[in-house]
């Protein structure tokens, strides 16, 4: 199947420091990257939609300057956590879907990274 | 904003037992998706069922799908220790633009 490669895997910043994390579709090229926030034992709430070539869409609710989207090529999309704050401490995780005749429609997840804020 | 509601939210089981979670979720929707998630890694995709299906099966996994209560099982028969993950369904909502997904039911196998 599809991989979806995220780095780094785990993050310790300061506070105020700024965080960027990676996400690229290894063997295959993604348009669209997806990336969620994860809570301790909660679900993946979706943080926005990462589109090759123009702006990134958000979800209601989430920061658009606190959280900078970049999906500068077909098999990268990074996620900037600007300006980090304790409560920004999480597990952020990317997935990406194949399009075209061969897509199943499921989603390739990255291995997540867990960011804390000191 | 969250489209699945799954319950249980934790199921404990002997090994050998069938486990069974549910999802219900609120808008139409192109298809429906199982996903499963060790603690702490990415999630892994089970199954995808499309709506105007009702029954699929995949191994040990058996998904349904009831459109019209807005709804979908899925069965794990012949539970592992090695089935002790998170599991998570996922709606493609409306447009079929984005994953949403539910809050999971936590599964735990003893052996």
């Known amino acids: 199947g599809a991989v979806v490669s995220q780095h780094p895997s785990r993050v310790i910043c300061k506070s105020g420091t700024s965080v960027k994390i990676e996400c690229r579709s290894l063997?295959?090229?993604?348009?669209?990257m997806f990336w969620y926030r994860q809570f301790p034992k909660k679900s993946l709430m979706l943080m926005a939609t990462?589109?090759?070539?123009?702006?990134?869409?958000?979800e209601q609710g989430v920061e658009k300057d606190k959280f900078l989207i970049n999906h500068a090529s077909l098999t990268l999309s990074t996620l900037t956590v600007t300006s980090a704050h304790p409560e920004d401490s999480s597990f952020y995780i990317c997935?990406?879907?194949?399009?075209?005749?061969?897509?199943?429609?499921?989603?390739?997840f990255g291995e997540g990274s867990r960011l804390t804020v000191l | 904003s969250q489209q699945g509601e799954e319950d249980p939210q934790a199921l404990s089981i002997q090994e050998g037992e069938n486990a069974t979670m549910n999802c219900s979720y609120k808008?139409?929707?192109?298809?429906l998706q199982w996903y499963r998630q060790n603690s702490g890694r990415g999630l892994v995709h089970l199954i995808l069922?499309?709506?105007?299906?009702r029954e699929k099966h995949s191994g040990r996994l058996r998904v349904t799908l009831d459109t019209s209560k807005k709804s979908s099982s899925l069965l794990i028969t012949a539970s592992r220790a090695a089935d002790t993950a998170s599991y998570f369904c996922?709606?493609?909502?409306?447009?079929?633009?984005?994953?949403?997904f539910g809050a999971g039911t936590i599964l735990r196998v003893k052996s």
């Open positions: 990462s589109n090759e070539g123009s702006k990134a869409t958000y």
């Open positions: 069922i499309r709506s105007n299906e």
């Open positions: 808008t139409s929707i192109n298809n």
């Open positions: 997935s990406a879907w194949t399009v075209g005749p061969r897509s199943t429609g499921e989603l390739f």
């Open positions: 996922a709606t493609d909502g409306r447009y079929g633009n984005k994953l949403v």
């Open positions: 063997d295959f090229q993604a348009t669209t």
